[in-house]
C-alpha cells in the first residue's frame, strides 16, 4: 500500500509502527471514522427514542468522512513491492504521538453529537429533552478535545527545543475554536437544564461549535495554511468536498432553525435575568468566550481573508494576545464570585463574606508579582483575580467534596482553570533565557549555573544521527548531567533535517529548560585568522584568548555622529600569567566600516603581539580577529579548535503551575460528566 510505505518502515518500534497509522492525512480521516463509529455505537443505545433523528444526522457526517476517504484513499496499492517503507518523520518518532492525534479526533468526533441531538429536536419540535442526554457529550468532547490540546502543548514544550507549549499555529488554533465554543455550549445547556433560559442560543452553539470543526478541518487540510503553518497538511485534491460538507451541514442547521424558530418557546428566556445574579454571570461568560473564539478564528482566518483581498498573510501573536487578553481579564472576574452565587437575585451582603478567600488569594498573588517586578497593567490583573479564582474553588471544591464527590466536579473545573492562567502568566512574563557557548573541558556559566560540556556522544540511527550532547550542570546544592541532544535524518530527496530536542530538569516552582542552538565539532583553523564564539576560549601560541561579550561604548566620540563603534571583549592570559580585558573595536555605520589601527590592540607580553577586529556577527554572537606578532612555527601554524555546543538555557517558573491547572481543569470535567453519565 502506498500509505503504509509512506509513512512504515520495518525498523520502527511497535508503538511508532501502530502510530502510522494516523501519521499522515488519509490515515487520520481514517481513525476520524473509526472514532466516530465506536461512539456511534454507544450513541444508538444511550438516544433511546431520539435514536431515529439522531442517528440519521449523526451518519451524515460518518457518511462525508467515508466521502473524502473514497477520494483520498489510504488503500491505494503501489505498482510494485518496495523493499521497506519510509519511515515515519523523527519529530514524530515519540510516545505522546500514540496519543495525542486519537485524543483530538476523539473530541471531533464527540462533537458531531450534541450537534445530531440538536438537529433532532429540532427535527421533531422536542426543544428541551434533548438537552438532558446531549450534556454528557458536550461535557465528554469538552475532555477529550481539552486533553488533545493540552497533551500538544506539552508535546510541543517538550520535544521542539523553542522552550514554549503554544504558538497561536493555525492548526492548533483550529482545535482551540471548537473547544471554547463547546465550553459555552456546556455552560448554556446547564442553564437551559436548570433555569429554562437560552433554548435558541443552546441550538446556535450545538450548530456553531459542530461547524466549527468542519471549518478548521477546511482550513488545516485543504492546503490553504501550507505556507503558515508547521502543522498544516498539503491540499490533496478534498478542498470542494470539505466545502460542500460545510455547505451541506449549514443548509440543514439554517433550515430547521428558521423554520422552528417561532415555535421555541421563549417564556423563561433571556428575560428577566437580574444583573447580579448566577445566571447573568453564564450569560456573560458564555459571551466572553464567544468573542474570543471569533477573534481568534478572524486571526487564523487571516490567510484566506487576504488571499480574497490582497496577498495571503497571517496575524502575528501580538493579535492573539491582545485581543485575549482583556477577555482572559473579564473572564477570572467573573470566575471570582459567580461560582458561590445562587440562581436568581443575589444580596451582596450575604456574598462578601464568603468572597475571604478569594480577596486572600489576590492579595498573595499580587504581592508575589509584584516582587517580581510589575508586568503591566493587564497581566497584573489577570494574576490578581486569577489567584482569587485559584483560592476560592479551592474552598469550595473541599466543601463540595466534603459533602459529596460527584458535586464538586465545577469547582475542581474552575480551580484548574485559575491555575492554569496563573502559569500562564509567571512562564510567558517572568521566564529567564541566557545563551552560552561551551568548549569541550571549559565551564561556562548561565543564569547562575555553572556547566560544563563533556564532549559529544554520536549514536548512528536508521536514517540520520544523534548528536547527545552531556553538559554537566552545577548550582550550590544542585548537580545533574543534562542530556539534550540534535538529531539529523536523511529525507527521500537527499536533503539533511536537522531537530533539536531539550533537556528538562522539573522543578515545584519552575523548570530548568536546557536546548542545544548549535553544534561544532571542531576544526584545525589558522592562527593568523581567528573565529570566536561568545564563550569561546582558544590558546594561540602563548596566549590564551576568551571572547566574553560585545561592548557598544568601545571606541566612542567618533567625528562620524551616525557611525556605531562596537568592541568585543577579550580575557587574554600569557604563558598562565594573571588575565588582563582587552576591547579591539569596529565602526560600523556612517560612511564607512573600518577597523583600522585604532582598534588594534597589543597582547600582554614581551613580544610584539597584536590582534585586530576584523568583523563581527552579533545575530550569532561570533567574531572574526586577525593576528599579527611573531611566526609561532609549523607546528603552531594551525590550531586544534575544541568542540563546542551553543545552549539556550531558560528558566520557566510556573510550568508545573500551569500543567496541574489543565489537569484539574479535565478531571473536574470527568467528575462532572460521571454524575450525569446514568442519569
Known amino acids: 500500500y502506498s500509505y503504509v510505505t509512506s509513512y512504515s518502515s520495518r525498523d520502527l518500534p511497535l508503538l511508532y509502527l501502530i502510530s502510522s497509522f494516523w501519521a499522515g492525512q488519509e490515515g487520520s480521516f481514517l481513525l476520524w471514522v473509526l472514532l466516530g463509529a465506536w461512539l456511534g455505537i454507544v450513541l444508538i ?9 439522531v442517528m440519521v444526522i449523526y451518519n451524515l457526517n460518518n457518511v462525508f468522512l467515508m466521502i ?38 476523539l473530541g471531533y468526533a464527540a462533537f458531531a453529537i450534541p450537534f445530531a441531538y440538536a438537529m433532532a429536536a429540532l427535527w421533531r419540535r422536542d426543544y428541551d429533552r434533548w438537552i438532558k442526554p446531549a450534556l454528557p457529550w458536550t461535557v465528554f468532547a469538552f475532555i477529550s478535545l481539552g486533553a488533545g490540546i493540552i497533551i500538544g502543548g506539552y508535546w510541543a514544550y517538550k520535544v521542539l527545543g523553542w522552550g514554549g507549549f503554544w504558538g497561536w499555529d493555525p492548526v492548533e488554533n483550529a482545535s482551540l475554536l471548537p473547544w ?25 452553539l450545538a450548530v456553531f461549535s459542530f461547524i466549527l470543526v ?13 505556507d503558515f503553518s508547521v502543522h498544516s497538511f498539503t491540499d490533496l485534491g478534498i478542498t470542494g468536498w470539505l466545502v460542500l460538507f460545510m455547505a451541506v451541514f449549514i443548509a440543514i442547521s439554517l433550515y430547521l432553525l428558521l423554520t422552528r424558530a417561532k415555535e421555541i418557546p421563549a417564556s423563561g428566556g433571556e428575560k428577566n435575568v437580574h444583573f447580579f445574579s448566577r445566571e447573568f454571570g453564564f450569560i456573560a461568560a458564555m459571551i466572553l468566550l464567544c468573542l474570543s473564539t471569533v477573534v481568534t478564528g478572524l486571526g487564523t482566518s487571516a490567510p484566506l481573508i487576504t488571499r480574497v483581498l490582497e496577498k495571503a498573510s497571517k496575524v502575528s501573536t501580538d493579535f492573539y494576545v491582545d485581543t485575549n487578553l482583556p477577555l482572559a481579564i473579564l473572564m477570572v472576574i467573573l470566575l471570582s464570585f459567580v461560582p458561590l452565587m445562587g440562581w436568581g437575585k443575589n444580596n451582596f451582603s450575604r456574598l462578601a463574606p464568603k468572597l475571604v478567600w478569594a480577596l486572600i488569594g489576590a492579595i498573595v498573588t499580587g504581592a508575589v508579582v509584584l516582587l517580581k517586578g510589575y508586568p503591566g497593567i493587564g497581566v497584573l490583573l489577570l494574576a490578581l483575580f486569577a489567584g482569587a479564582v485559584a483560592a476560592m474553588n479551592l474552598v469550595l471544591a473541599i466543601k463540595l467534596g466534603r459533602k459529596k464527590i460527584s458535586i464538586s466536579g465545577s469547582a475542581v473545573a474552575h480551580l484548574g482553570v485559575g491555575l492554569m492562567f496563573l502559569g500562564i502568566v509567571a512562564s510567558s512574563i517572568y521566564d529567564q533565557s541566557e545563551k552560552v557557548s ?59 533535517k536537522r531537530f533539536v530536542h531539550p533537556h528538562i530538569r522539573r522543578g515545584l516552582l519552575s523548570d530548568l529548560y536546557i536546548s542545544p542552538v ?20 582558544t590558546q594561540v601560541g602563548d596566549y590564551e584568548l576568551v571572547f566574553t561579550a560585545f561592548d557598544v561604548s568601545s571606541g566612542m566620540g567618533q567625528e562620524d555622529s551616525k ?3 562596537v568592541g568585543a571583549n577579550l580575557v587574554v592570559s600569557y604563558k598562565g600569567q594573571d588575565p588582563i580585558e582587552l576591547k579591539p573595536f569596529i565602526t560600523v555605520g556612517g560612511e564607512h566600516q573600518h577597523s583600522g589601527p585604532s582598534s588594534r590592540v597589543k597582547l600582554p607580553g614581551p613580544d610584539e603581539a597584536y590582534v585586530t577586529l576584523e568583523s ?23 590550531q586544534e579548535a575544541l568542540p563546542t555546543v551553543i545552549a539556550e538555557v531558560s528558566i520557566k517558573p510556573g510550568m508545573t503551575v500551569l500543567w496541574l491547572g489543565t489537569f484539574l481543569m479535565l478531571f473536574g470535567g470527568c467528575i462532572a460528566i460521571a454524575r450525569r453519565w446514568d442519569k
Not at 452 to 481: M, Y
Open 68 to 105: 473524502l476517504l473514497m477520494k483520498q484513499s489510504p488503500f491505494k496499492m503501489l505498482a510494485f513491492t518496495p523493499p521497506d517503507g519510509n519511515g515515519m518523520n523523527m519529530l514524530l518518532q515519540d510516545p505522546w504521538m500514540a496519543i495525542h492525534p486519537p485524543v483530538v479526533f
Open 214 to 226: 468542519i471549518y478548521c478541518t477546511f482550513l488545516t487540510r485543504s492546503g490553504v495554511l501550507a
Open 616 to 638: 563581527l556577527n552579533a545575530g550569532e554572537k561570533t567574531i572574526h580577529l586577525d593576528y599579527q606578532g611573531p611566526k609561532l612555527g609549523k607546528e603552531t601554524d594551525k
Open 563 to 565: 557611525a556605531l563603534s
Open 180 to 204: 471554547l465554543a463547546g465550553i459555552a455550549l456546556m455552560h448554556g445547556m446547564v442553564l437551559q437544564k436548570t433555569r429554562n433560559k437560552l433554548r435558541k442560543t443552546n441550538f446556535v
Open 45 to 53: 443505545y444511550k438516544a433511546k427514542d431520539m435514536e431515529p433523528q
Open 518 to 537: 548549535d553544534f561544532n565539532p571542531g576544526e584545525r583553523q589558522s592562527v593568523n585568522h581567528l573565529d570566536l564564539k561568545k564563550g569561546q576560549k
Open 438 to 496: 561551551l568548549s569541550q573541558g571549559s565551564p561556562g556559566n548561565a543564569l547562575g549555573y555553572d556547566i560544563n560540556f563533556e564532549g559529544p556522544k554520536v549514536i548512528e540511527e536508521a536514517k540520520g544521527i544523534r548528536l547527545i550532547l552531556p553538559l554537566d550542570v552545577k548550582k550550590e546544592n544542585i548537580q545533574f548531567t543534562a542530556l539534550p541532544d540534535i538529531r539529523s535524518e536523511r529525507t527521500r530527496d537527499g536533503k539533511t
